[in-house]
Antibody, heavy 120, light 113 residues
Framework: QVQLQESGPGLVKPSQTLSLTCTVS??????????WNWIRQRPGKGLEWIGH???????YYNPSLRSLVNISIDTSKNEFSLKVSSVTAADTAVYYC????????????WGQGTTVTVSS | QSVLTQPPSVSGAPGQKVTISCTGT?????????VHWYQHLPGTAPRLLIY???IRPSGVPDRFSGSKSGTSASLAIAGLQAEDEAEYYC?????????????FGGGTKLTVL
């Protein structure tokens, strides 16, 4: 049973970089069948896709966030990571990582989510 | 403003059937991209309910069904149960911006009366 778990600081200061990691257990992140996603939910809002990465390192980002976001993968640690630079209060959200079977398919395994607050 | 449009809320009594719509455009659902549906309870991880328009993952009751036509899709929930009370999201892909991206609906709150 594949499980995903987000980790990282719960509080980030404005203008700094938000960094989160998603650890994959029960399966290999190097499986070519999956894309590894980051999604967030701001308070009172719906789900927002941030981007995803393939095991090869190929990335795709939400066009509205691309300039501030970087997703990377470490197959040796079976984890992938998210960095959001120059954060503002608008980046306060619950951040989820999720597995997608193929680039255009649904996401069948999700982490529990981690709350990140941007505040001084 | 979400790219995919869902009603903010729907409600129904136990045992009834409700339908949640998801309206897109020729750049997403109408372009042929599949629609997927998620159930989200507060404080928990979203759960994939329907993928590729109308396929239920293993473990999802057959009370849940999905369909797609033109630029819209729908999620139907039959035999409503109290445990179905949750937020529901549709998801597809959109090619209207500089690159193909994943998009969600704004979410629909289902209340079981």
């Amino acid at each position: 049973q594949v499980q995903l778990q987000e980790s990282g600081p719960g509080l980030v200061k404005p203008s700094q970089t938000l960094s989160l990691t998603c650890t994959v257990s029960g399966g290999s992140i190097s499986s070519g069948a999956y894309y590894w996603n980051w999604i967030r939910q701001r308070p009172g809002k719906g789900l927002e896709w941030i981007g995803h990465i393939y095991y090869s390192g190929r990335t795709y980002y939400n066009p509205s966030l691309r300039s501030l976001v970087n997703i990377s993968i470490d197959t040796s640690k079976n984890e992938f990571s998210l960095k959001v630079s120059s954060v503002t209060a608008a980046d306060t959200a619950v951040y989820y990582c999720a597995r997608g079977k193929g680039r255009l398919n649904g996401m069948d395994v999700w982490g529990q989510g981690t709350t990140v607050t941007v505040s001084s | 403003q979400s790219v995919l449009t869902q009603p903010p809320s729907v409600s129904g009594a136990p045992g009834q059937k409700v339908t949640i719509s998801c309206t897109g455009t020729s750049f997403n659902i109408g372009a042929g991209y599949d629609v997927h549906w998620y159930q989200h309870l507060p404080g928990t991880a979203p759960r994939l309910l329907i993928y590729s328009n109308n396929i239920r993952p293993s473990g999802v009751p057959d009370r849940f069904s999905g369909s797609k036509s033109g630029t819209s899709a729908s999620l139907a929930i039959a035999g409503l149960q109290a445990e179905d009370e949750a937020e529901y999201y549709c998801q597809s892909h959109d090619s209207s911006m500089t690159a193909l991206g994943m998009v969600f609906g704004g979410g629909t709150k289902l209340t079981v009366l």
